[in-house]
């Protein structure tokens, strides 16, 4: 069963789509790997893509990095 993203995750989605449909076309960068090798399921950054291609971002505007485990990386 998947989890639900967390509030923090949907309002970041909504932000980034509102901008998205309000300027010029650009790329959307979404990040975030796992913490741990240990855990599974879909990344932080997969599930923002997610939410973003719902919210109308078109898929070839953006780009998924899922190999951070922080915010340093």
């Known amino acids: 069963m998947e989890s639900r993203p967390g509030r923090s995750t949907i309002l ?16 959307v960068i979404v990040s975030g790997g796992h913490p741990d090798s240990g855990t599974h399921g879909r990344s932080p950054a997969a599930t923002l893509a997610r939410l973003l291609k719902q919210l109308g971002v078109d898929e070839t505007r953006l780009i998924v990095e899922e190999q951070s485990r922080n915010t340093t990386e």
């Open 12 to 27: 970041r989605a909504l932000a980034a789509a509102e901008w998205y449909h309000a300027g010029e076309p650009c790329v």
